[in-house]
């Protein structure tokens, strides 16, 4: 347990988030089992999130997706009692914020968790350096140390001479910029983001995205990540939990969910990936024959097609997969052809 | 706020109107159909069961009111609340005392105030020069210094420190209050209503009873003043604690802050502006409570103006001196306020280099200012504001033209007078009030479900039970009867007057300052010219609320007809409408909203005139609260009188505000009306 | 950016210092100095709480009583100006010493008198010396030329005369400000008078009508009384009702006989008239006629004066009737 818990960065166990009065009586009868409309129909209450659990390990980034209303946002509020939530349990970085104390709670979001919200949030009467700096002005910190630490985020985040600058004469990209500096000036352990990038361009999307990577790479900070874009949920990701009306419907890595979607609303969801950019050799690869021949070049099974293809393409060998030394499976041009060429569906 | 995100273009011009889907029979039709029952039952029963009670009859509902306050009274020396009261209204009344030995009164055994004219101006031109500018520090001085010339410098200077002082506790007051409105709905909805009143219920009833609890003069002043001017502070600041980014509070809450820094590093600093612009709001009703407070010995500019009442027609020059002291001194916070919301941004902006002129500028101002009060501390004649009789001469030009005016007009007026009381307001009056009771209640409940709808009806079903308990339906119907001829005529200006100003700016450029003048102006000044011409009766009550409520309502029918998008216009033009088609089919129809937003103000300010109107002859209501404010008898008539101009209000304003926003489709009036709804109830200037 | 908010702030603090330091003498000090050794020689009669009700009239009594106490006496007087029901109210506070012309208040001094039952914090301080005519009346012009209106037997011959479109197709009778006591929706009622009361809300009201009036040549009938300024300017003719007997006032609904003659009288707080202040005596010996009253209300209505520059012209005026008000207390 104690080993399971040095693993969790974030565990969360049957997390209730029902909306309306008396919500907390919902919960463990029959009308919990309802869909969203009958609940609603019944007692007027909505269901944001119902029985949600998963964990998350240290220095993982995972993605929460889902259609807009399923529920994300009060799931991620909920990690940090923005929103109260109804039932279930959040531990978070060994303490259960859940019983936590007003006082703790504060505690931990000065030190421990930050978020980067959707539209923004900075204070338009604050300039830049002093937005970022918000988080250790209310835990005490003096106004010259706070403001070192600041302009050494400005300078992270690529915002450097825009310090002195006010929010609105910023474009989004940049705000968000700030959103990120902010979130990263208390030194969290967790990040928390919902939706950072939708109010934003595809092209400074994209750049953000990139952005993200670079810290990640750079930090290795543990984040949930909530998004409602695909793309961006397989970029990031190193898991992806997939919520429908409140319920969650998958939990894999990107290359899982994308091979092996649970249900048709998951298979929607990926109907439209470019399957190369994701499927890794471990979902197109077939077991080894006898006959098979070892000289073509050897890869791990977390490698993904489109990497894989070159190499593959050009050796007139098939693929050898090797997980810990041991040849797991072969993948032949036909194999890899088929996902890069034909997009079709793999068959399970 | 984050203005680089793209915002929806402005104004789209809108699509012609698409004929809406009716049911089988349209609204005017049903009004029709009632109206014609109306008249009907009305004829049949004229005069029965009108409920009509004598001016001088009073019932046991009013006899138990009265009672208590004679029990209240009976028991003020061993009762705690009123020794409670006791200190706070000797709090009041020290601040104002304290104040007034610095710029008003003798600071005996100095022979002038400690600060003398030239001091005053001195400061207030700094104060004015660092919230709002060079401009408006100018303006200051010129304004202060005009109210000294026309005689008044010393009551001015009591007006000005009972309105900072009313104004300092309704900030006390009232932020908190919006504090905890803007963080918990339970208080918005419990408070709202409680405002509601606060602001529509007439001072009059409460003046007289509220001497028992804080004495007379200044604090009584102070307090009656606070009730009446706090709420618009409280429900602009509300709203603007509100309107705060629900995000970005979530964002700081999620970075660990304390409710306490919540409030005053977010809400507060991002609702500064709003907060001015209720500040702003509520100075203008301090001032204009500042005549009422006269009748319970308030020192400033009431009592000049009052004496018109008292000192007859001679004395009319005289309270239009002390009115246009009133006007000038509204005009100059009014200025001064909006000038230093608009500023905060900017001053909070302004960078190292601008900061330091800034401060230096301040530095040298205030030397200045330094020296001024030094000299006037000194010299005689720099403290004593010297007598110019720039005074007399302008209240002999007055007197000498309402005199003309009453000589040369009176014939036309009296015919005027008659003409209009036999064709509007006595037919309306007999259905309205000389039917029996229950007809005129049916009629009205339906008239609110044609109109607007289901919970419109039921407020007015409530308002009229309300009414029917407080024993005075009759005199409330003749007050509903002068209460919308009033705002006949209130529209009718605001249209006559509202489209050209809208369409020239000439003419806005000329009307808009003599507009805010008559907005600021206290009725008791005109009320003896008027009386003059039209002698007493309910005609001339109606001709004093339209001269109060018409700028109002003829800004707002400006505005909204300037606001019809130039493209539209421009559309029509080209499609060869005359400009009175222009009017009529484009302008006035696209500025609806505003017109139903000025016809529900207009209204709203008809019937706080009430009273003033039962001052002269206008019966009704207003006769029943100034009985009951002159006679201590009839103090129960009084307050229940009061309490039923409050559910004639509430009536008015919730039915007018559902059939409008029950005919409006655009999104853009809908918020309007909300807004409306906020700050409906928020007047400024001068009232009863 | 702060070094130099610091110093100009230091700056302009160091200057103000030095002219304050350097200011000092000027006509104002010496001033301040004459009213310390004033203060200190005087002897002190206290303050005086005058209340001024809203009618010139009583303005003319206060400020001659209240000028009179501050030169004779030297009391400093405060006037405050205030409605009747207001003024009694501030008797028990201390607020108001004294109400100087009273028209009679029933229910007031059952509230505030003690042998009424009230609690005791006003009392009455004997009669000012005017006496108070109420009673209806009609303009000048009509008495002319209708010469027997003035009996009331033959109101309703000209009933019709007065209608109004505010008057139900009645005859309009212009009731008072609600301040005064009065019956005549009873008596209008009792004597079976085609009339209806329409109230004017306002002493204001009621002489602008009257004044418009007389001006017009148009006819109106109202309450009205005297001693009143404005009866100088347009003196109302007084319409006989049947005659005053005692208690046929007593039942406000069945009320069908004229006003009674009213002996205006001066109302004090309890607690002034204890203490041992010299205007108390003032306040007691304080007498004069309607003409007097008239005549000061004239200064300050139609010529314009302030109240206390008419007090004191008429007060230089009239040196023997002061110095009787001062020898009898
Ligand atoms: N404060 C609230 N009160 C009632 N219902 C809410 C509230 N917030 C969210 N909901 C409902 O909960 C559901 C989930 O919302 P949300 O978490 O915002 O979804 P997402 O972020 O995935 O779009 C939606 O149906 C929404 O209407
Ligand atoms: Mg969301």
Same mark, same amino acid.
């Given at each position: ?103 703790? !709670? ?25 937005? #970022? ?44 910029? #700030? ?12 990040? !928390? ?30 984040? #949930? ?10 970029? !990031? ?112 | ?7 929806? %273009? ?375 504001? %010297? ?106 200006? +605001? ?45 001339? +009550? ?32 080209? +499609? ?113 | ?329």
């Amino acid at each position: 347990m104690t080993e399971a818990a040095q693993d969790q960065a974030l565990r969360v166990d049957g997390l209730w988030k029902i909306f309306g009065a008396r919500a907390d009586k919902i919960i463990g009868t029959p009308d919990a089992e309802l869909g969203r409309a009958e609940l609603k129909e019944r007692t007027g209450c909505v269901a944001a999130v119902k029985d949600v659990s998963f964990t998350v390990a240290p220095g993982e980034v995972f993605v929460v997706m889902g259609l807009s209303g399923s529920g994300k946002s009060t799931l991620v509020r909920c990690l940090t009692r923005l929103i109260e939530p109804t039932a279930g349990t959040v531990v978070l970085d060994g303490q259960d914020i859940t019983s936590a104390s007003e006082a703790r !709670l504060r505690d931990l979001r000065r030190h421990k968790v930050s978020m980067v919200f959707q539209h923004f949030g900075l204070l338009p009467h604050r300039q830049v350096v002093d937005n #970022v700096a918000y988080g250790l002005e209310v835990r005490g910190v003096k106004k010259t140390e706070r403001r070192a630490r600041a302009q050494e985020l400005v300078d992270l985040v690529g915002l450097t001479g825009y310090e002195h600058s006010y929010p609105d004469q910023l474009s989004g990209g940049m705000q968000q910029r #700030v959103g990120l500096a902010r979130a990263l000036a208390n030194d969290p352990a967790i990040l !928390l983001f919902d939706e950072p990038f939708s109010a934003l361009d595809p092209l400074i999307r994209r750049d953000m995205q990139d952005e993200v990577v670079r810290l990640q790479a750079e930090l290795q900070k543990t984040a #949930v990540f909530i998004t409602h874009d695909l793309n961006e949920a397989l970029k !990031l990701g190193d898991r992806i939990l997939i919520m429908r009306d409140g319920e969650v419907v998958q939990v894999g890595t990107p290359a899982e969910i994308v091979a092996q979607p649970a249900d048709a609303y998951v298979r929607d969801f990926v109907s439209d990936v470019p399957r190369s950019h994701v499927l890794t050799l471990e979902y197109v690869m077939r077991p080894p024959e006898p006959t098979d021949s070892l000289e073509g070049p050897v890869m791990d099974p977390d490698v993904v097609v489109r990497q894989a293809a070159r190499a593959a393409l050009s050796s007139a060998h098939p693929v050898q997969v090797v997980r810990d030394g041991e040849l797991v499976g072969i993948v032949d041009d036909d194999a890899i052809l088929r996902v890069v060429v034909a997009e079709e569906s793999v068959p399970a | 706020m984050t203005a680089t995100l793209e915002r929806p %273009p402005a104004s789209a011009p809108a699509p012609p109107e698409a004929p809406r889907t009716r049911g089988p029979v349209p609204r005017w039709a049903w009004l029709l159909g009632i109206l014609a029952a109306w008249i009907v039952a009305s004829w049949i029963g004229h005069g029965k069961a009108t409920l009509y009670l004598p001016g001088q009859g009073s019932t046991d509902v009013h006899e138990w009111f009265t009672q208590l306050k004679r029990d209240l009274i009976a028991s003020r020396d061993d009762n705690l609340l009123m020794q409670a009261v006791g200190a706070v209204s000797d709090l009041f009344g020290g601040a104002v005392e304290q104040l007034q030995r610095f710029v008003s009164v003798d600071a005996y055994p100095r022979p002038v105030p400690q600060i003398g004219w030239l001091g005053v101006l001195g400061i207030a031109g700094w104060v004015a020069l660092a919230v709002a500018g060079w401009k408006h520090a100018v303006g200051t001085v010129a304004a202060l210094a005009t109210v000294g010339l026309l005689g008044y410098w010393n009551d001015g200077m009591d007006t000005l420190v009972v309105t900072f002082v009313s104004v300092a506790i309704c900030l006390l007051i009232g932020l908190p209050v919006a504090v905890l409105m803007g963080n918990s709905r339970r208080a918005y909805a419990l408070i709202t209503p409680v405002l509601d009143v606060m602001q529509t219920f007439p001072s009059f009833v409460y003046l007289a009873p509220a001497t028992l609890f804080f004495g007379l003069g200044a604090p009584v002043a102070v307090a009656v003043t606070v009730v009446y001017a706090v709420p618009p502070v409280i429900r602009v600041a509300t709203e603007g604690i509100r309107g705060v980014s629900e995000t970005t509070v979530e964002a700081t809450t999620s970075l660990g802050q304390t409710p306490w820094q919540r409030l005053t590093k977010v809400q507060l600093p991002m609702a500064r502006r709003t907060i001015i612009v209720g500040v702003n709001l509520t100075t203008m009703a301090a001032l204009s409570m500042s005549v009422i407070a006269g009748f319970v010995n308030s020192p400033g500019l009431g009592k000049p103006v009052l004496r018109a009442l008292t000192a007859g027609t001679n004395q009319v020059g005289v309270a239009f001196t002390a009115g246009l002291a009133i006007v000038v001194i509204a005009i100059m916070l009014d200025r001064v306020t909006t000038a230093a919301s608009e500023r905060s941004e900017v001053l909070a902006r302004s960078g190292g280099t601008d900061r330091r002129t800034r401060w230096i500028v301040l530095g040298v101002a205030a030397i200045a200012a330094g020296v001024c009060v030094v000299l006037s501390r000194r010299s005689l004649s720099l403290a004593d504001f %010297p007598d110019t009789g720039v005074g007399d001469t302008v209240a002999d030009a007055m007197q000498r033209a309402t005199d003309w005016t009453t000589d040369t007009f009176s014939g036309l007026t009296t015919w005027l007078q008659e003409t209009t009381t036999t064709l509007f307001i006595n037919p309306l009056q007999d259905l309205i009030a000389s039917s029996p009771w229950f007809v005129t209640g049916t009629a009205l409940l339906l008239v609110a479900l044609v109109l607007g709808g289901r919970v419109a009806a039921l407020t007015t079903l409530v308002c009229l039970a309300g009414i029917r308990l407080t024993d005075l339906w009759y005199d409330a119907m003749v007050t509903f009867t002068s209460v919308l001829v009033a705002t006949v005529f209130v529209m009718v200006l +605001a249209a006559l007057v509202g489209v050209p100003m809208a369409r020239r700016r000439m003419v806005d450029r000329v009307l808009r300052p003599v507009l805010d003048a008559a907005q600021v102006m206290p009725a008791f000044v005109y009320l003896i010219p008027v009386l003059a011409l039209f002698g007493p009766g309910r005609f001339t +009550a109606i001709v004093a609320a339209v001269i109060y409520a018409a700028p109002v309502a003829i800004k707002l029918v400006a505005d909204g007809v300037k606001q019809v998008s130039a493209t539209t216009v421009e559309a029509a033009t080209a +499609a060869g409408s005359t400009p009175w088609q222009l009017i009529t089919k484009v302008q006035l129809p696209m500025a609806r909203s505003h017109l139903v937003l000025a016809a529900n103000q207009g209204l709203l300010y008809v019937l706080s005139m009430v009273v003033i109107g039962g001052l002269v002859g206008g019966g009704g209501l207003g006769y029943d609260v100034v009985l009951g404010f002159s006679r201590s008898e009839y103090f129960g008539k009084g307050l229940v009188a009061g309490a039923t101009i409050v559910l004639l209000g509430i009536m008015v304003d919730r039915v007018t505000r559902r059939a409008a926003a029950r005919r409006t489709t655009s999104p853009s009036v809908r918020s309007a009306l909300v807004i409306g709804r906020s700050s409906g109830l928020a007047r400024r200037g001068p009232l009863v | 950016m702060k070094p130099t908010r610091v110093s100009a702030l230091t700056g302009s603090l160091a200057t103000l210092a030095l002219v304050l330091s350097a200011c000092g003498g000027g006509d104002i000090e010496k001033e301040t100095e004459a009213n310390e050794s004033q203060a200190a020689e005087t002897g002190d009669c206290g303050e005086l709480n005058m209340a001024v009700n809203p009618w010139v009239g009583f303005e003319a009594d206060a400020y001659v009583v209240g000028h009179v106490a501050q030169e004779e006496l030297g009391c400093s007087v405060t006037y405050k100006d205030l409605k009747e029901e207001v003024s009694w109210q501030g008797f028990g506070s201390g607020e108001v010493d004294v109400v100087i012309e009273d028209w009679g208040h029933p229910d007031l001094e059952k509230q505030y008198f003690e042998d009424q039952g009230g609690d005791g914090s006003a009392m009455d301080a004997g009669p000012t010396g005017n006496v108070g005519i109420i009673g209806w009346y009609v303009p000048p012009w009509m008495a002319e030329e209708y010469p027997d209106i003035t009996d009331w037997n033959n109101l309703n011959k000209y009933a019709d005369l007065f209608e109004t479109p505010e008057s139900d197709g009645k005859g309009q009778f212009l009731g008072a400000d609600p301040s005064y006591v009065q019956f005549d929706e009873a008596i209008v009622n009792n004597l079976d008078l085609d009339f209806k009361v329409v109230f004017s809300g306002s002493e204001a009201a009621s002489i602008a009508a009257f004044e418009k009036a007389e001006k017009d040549k148009t006819p109106l009938i109202g309450y009205f009384y005297e001693p009143q300024w404005f009866m100088s300017e347009v003196p109302l003719v007084k319409v006989s009702l049947p005659e005053y007997t005692d208690g046929c006032q007593d039942d406000a609904k069945a009320v069908a006989c004229d006003y009674p003659e009213t002996e205006l009288k001066k109302i004090v707080s309890t607690s002034f008239m204890e203490s041992d202040s010299p205007a108390v005596g003032l306040i007691e010996s304080f007498q004069w006629t309607n003409d007097d009253q008239n005549l000061v209300a004239k200064y300050i209505s139609e010529d314009g004066m302030s109240a206390e520059d008419a007090a004191a012209k008429w007060v230089d005026e009239n040196p023997d009737q002061v110095e009787a008000w001062l020898n009898a207390g």
